[in-house]
């Protein structure tokens, strides 16, 4: 149906609102991704595989890697140095002050939420930079890491961490759990220093079971 007829050159106040701005005035589109699975999924081997494939010269963080402090290390034997974050860093600033290609972070689960994963979005939009940021997806309890949980929230896309580990039953292993002389154990710190316990992956209906 036509509008009201007009005056030319006359446009209603009410009915004036400024266009949103077009996506194409962004030379890029930029991201921030997450790839969330279990261990032994292959979570540090694919980030040092994408920080290799883009080139190598970005940055990788890593925050408290089971190889020592400011080192990603895969469990099939790599290793790369990364800058380590501590509570308190701010990320958005090192990488306004730095201005890599791109971002690899690994280890995500254990930055600072949400002020941390908050700054990685930040860097993608204030900074144009692409950030893929890797992690557990759940802790031993079942429950999300408070640091995935804001990544969920924030990410342009989740992806599944691309290899599959199986429960004892052959079923999908979906879930992380805490064994301690081979008994599955549901109280401790999330990160315990010296860690004697092992690991192992389960199905959900084995680890909502408890059985390891
Ligand atoms: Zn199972």
């Known amino acids: ?6 005056a030319p050159g006359t446009v209603p106040a009410a009915a004036f609102t400024p266009a949103p701005p077009a996506r194409h005035h962004r030379a890029m589109s930029h991201e921030l991704v997450a790839y969330l699975g279990v261990m032994d999924a292959g979570k540090s081997t694919l980030a040092l595989q ?5 080139g190598g010269k970005g940055v990788v963080y890593t925050s408290m890697d089971r190889g020592g402090e400011g080192v990603v290390s895969s469990r099939i034997g790599l290793s790369h140095e ?8 701010d990320i958005y600033d090192d990488l306004a002050a730095t201005r890599p290609p791109y971002v690899i972070v690994d280890e995500v689960q ?7 994963i908050n700054h990685l979005a930040d860097a993608v939009d204030g900074l144009e930079l692409d950030v893929y940021a890797f992690g557990l997806k759940t802790d031993f ?9 804001r990544l969920i929230e924030l ?8 290899v599959r580990v199986n429960c ?3 079923e999908r292993g979906t879930h992380n759990a805490r064994l ?3 008994v599955m154990v549901f109280s401790g710190d999330l990160v315990e220093v010296g860690d004697m316990d092992s690991y192992t992956v389960l199905c959900r209906r084995h680890h909502r079971a408890g059985l390891a």
């Open 168 to 170: 004892w039953c052959g």
């Open 1 to 6: 149906m036509p509008g009201p007829v007009r």
């Open 141 to 149: 309890l079942g429950r999300l890491f408070p640091a995935t949980q």
């Open 110 to 116: 254990f930055l600072e939420a949400p002020k941390q």
């Open 50 to 54: 994408y920080h290799h494939s883009l």
């Open 155 to 162: 990410a342009d896309r989740v992806e599944e961490l691309p």
């Open 82 to 89: 990364a800058r380590e974050v501590k509570p308190g860093f």
């Open 180 to 182: 301690r002389d081979g």
